[in-house]
């Protein structure tokens, strides 16, 4: 190796390089794909803002009238923690946001104002003396700090905890679920291939060389690391096909096995090379 530069490196054996080599040559960083990454939500008190689904009943029971618990529901949103998100799936744990967002002033869209929502302020008030020394908020003690990527919870999109000894995302298609800030979220195109490449063992097994790991060994899905991920590119062709493959998978017509399959294909991994990654996806 020359170092005649500051890019990150690392040491592989002849079939590892194999590999490396294959992926770079179809595909590229998913920092350069047409997607925005970003971490989920920080309320600054989250025994205030993320409540369980009693709390979330008594609050719309307080409500005054139809009108404000309809409005009340709508600003309570379901949420998904990093510990909730498993491969392909999730198990949701009956939590919500209270999501006082603080607007988006570039777009025009105004914050929530809380005298339109007595019920949460009731609750919120409950708790004024942390929520209004807390260093993350916004406008008022009861916004959230200000998130210019706000929109984005709102729409499809795959998310994935910080924290995972294994490769685990999930797609929220309909835009249901907030997330944590234990957690990160990806907006864009091409997400049904995405999150069947991020989900297999050849992704588990490339960023097992360029991820970093917790004080105890479990790897660390990180924004900027994971944005180094050489992942192979699509035609429209391709793209169909991804997006009909990972259809058919929700509906229970195809398996994680033949998605993989497909995945080691269509990179054109040899029989050794598809041994050295699932062993690395076994390890875990």
């Known amino acids: 190796m020359t170092f005649k530069d500051s890019a990150s490196w690392v040491i592989l054996s002849p079939i590892e390089q194999s590999i490396k080599a294959k992926i ?13 990454i970003n971490r989920g939500i920080l309320t ?7 409540i369980p689904e009693t709390k979330r009943n008594e609050i719309l029971s307080n409500c005054v009238d139809a009108d404000e ?15 909730d998100i498993k491969r392909f799936s999730h198990e949701w744990a009956g939590m919500y946001l209270i999501a006082t967002h603080n607007g988006i002033s570039e777009k025009g869209v ?29 406008d008022t003690p009861y916004n959230l700090r200000s998130c210019a990527y706000w929109e984005d919870f709102s729409k499809p999109k795959i998310i994935w905890g910080e924290l995972s000894d294994k490769a685990k995302f999930v797609f929220d298609s309909k835009g249901e679920y907030y997330s944590t800030n234990t957690t990160f979220l990806m907006t864009g195109e091409n997400l049904e291939w995405l999150i069947c490449f991020l989900n297999s063992p050849l992704s588990e097994y490339l960023f097992s060389k360029i991820g970093s790991t917790s004080g105890v060994g479990t790897v660390r899905w990180l924004k900027f690391t994971i944005e180094q991920l050489a992942v192979p590119t699509l035609n429209s062709t391709k793209q169909k096909e991804w997006c009909d493959l990972f259809h058919d998978y929700s509906l229970g017509k195809v398996t994680e096995v033949m998605i993989n399959r497909r995945i080691y294909e269509f990179c054109n991994l040899t029989p050794d090379e598809i041994l050295i990654v699932e062993a690395c996806s076994m390890k875990h």
């Open 110 to 138: 105004p914050k929530i104002d809380i005298k339109k929502y007595p019920a949460v302020k009731q609750h919120l008030d409950s708790h004024w003396v942390t929520i209004e020394a807390r260093a993350d908020q916004g």
């Open 44 to 50: 600054g008190y989250n025994e205030a803002f993320i």
């Open 24 to 36: 770079e040559k179809i595909g590229v960083p998913l920092k350069d794909w047409d997607v925005s």
């Open 69 to 83: 618990r309809e409005r009340t529901a709508e600003l309570i949103r379901p949420i998904l923690r990093g510990r």
